[in-house]
């Protein structure tokens, strides 16, 4: 790794100021950044070290909605009463993010505006992946047994945050702060996928920061779950997740968000509007976890991920049901 300049802010606007360098990056716990610049994959001249900056760790009940700093690391999040109780399923998503070592460094923000995950836009010698500005995707002749089986364009690279599907699930807004002040944005808004531009995964410019989360009142104290499948449970990034919240059995209003089978997380907009006014029966189950895969496309090696997505939507209907 070549070197860089490492700086330490003490104010949002001075990390803004200093972002605005070339090949300027931002830092939180470092748990993604630093492996992608050892792997030559990310051009860094300044590293911007952003736990200088005091007050982004945090978890509080204000306004009526939940709000948690950026900084704040996903263990804390993990263990907190308040978000157990009032939005468990973002709880069990940071619990359930890698090793209890990764989670006691990594915060929520640094969390959600992780790379994508692929094994070939990894390897260093796939110069001409088009995550990579090139003009090839190996995974579609290769193996993609990780990789996306829905909203696939130019890249089929998927995004790996667990607490993004949670938070698209509990219908979030993230504030960013930039240039040109602070903004709000909705979680759903917040990814862009490849049909947008396949060299961006997230709305962050380069000198955007991430510093609070907002969870509205709507969806605290709903019920709400979050569910993962990965080789090696916490460890390994997932091959599929699923994080669904509703209002009551029968269902009233449902969103249910799959995580790492897509270039952001996905909606399951079919089973939800299936499931709006009818009970979680278990054949109302079955039949929402049929429409979660409507859409599915996947490839030559990533099939076994439309049986996944069902079997963890109808296991995260039925906790939900019970």
């Known amino acids: 790794m070549k070197k860089y300049e490492h700086t330490s802010p003490t104010s949002v606007q001075d990390a803004v100021k200093l972002l605005s360098a070339q090949n300027a990056r931002a830092c939180a716990g470092g748990t993604d950044l630093i492996g992608i610049m050892k792997e030559g994959l990310l051009p860094t001249d300044r590293l911007v070290d952003l736990k200088t900056i005091k007050g982004l760790d945090y978890i509080k009940e204000d306004g009526g909605e939940l709000k948690i700093g950026a900084l704040t690391k996903l263990s804390t999040i993990a263990a907190s009463d308040v978000v157990n109780t009032k939005a468990p399923a973002l709880a069990e998503a940071a619990a359930r993010v890698a090793s209890p070592q990764i989670r006691n460094m990594g915060t929520l923000g640094g969390n959600m505006a992780q790379k994508v995950r692929c094994w070939y836009f990894r390897e260093f010698e796939r110069a001409d992946c088009y995550k990579r500005n090139g003009n090839y995707c190996y995974a579609i002749l290769g193996l993609s047994d990780l990789h ?41 808004d917040f990814y862009i996928g490849p049909d947008v531009d396949y060299l961006r995964e997230t709305v962050l410019a380069q000198d955007d920061i991430i510093t609070e989360v907002r969870i509205p009142a709507s969806a605290l104290g709903r019920p709400s779950v979050f569910i993962k499948a990965a080789p090696r449970k916490t460890i390994d990034f997932a091959r599929a997740s699923v994080a669904v919240l509703i209002d009551a059995n029968p269902v009233g209003s449902i969103r249910l968000t799959l995580g790492a089978v897509a270039p952001t997380p996905h909606r399951a907009k079919d089973a939800e509007d299936f499931l709006k006014g009818k009970s ?43």
């Not at 890249?155 to 599907?165: E, G, I, K």
């Not at 429409?291 to 963890?312: E, I, M, R, W």
């Open 148 to 188: 996306a089986i829905f909203d696939g364009a130019a890249c089929f690279a998927v995004q790996p945050s667990d607490t993004s599907t949670a938070l698209s699930a509990l219908g979030a807004t993230v504030v960013i702060n930039g240039k040109d002040g602070e903004r709000n944005v909705a979680i759903d």
């Open 280 to 322: 979680l029966s278990a054949d109302n189950i079955a039949q929402a976890a049929t429409l979660a895969v409507k859409n599915a496309k996947p490839l030559a090696t990533n099939g076994y991920k439309v049986d996944l997505v069902q079997g963890l939507v109808r296991q995260a209907l039925t906790r939900l049901a019970s």
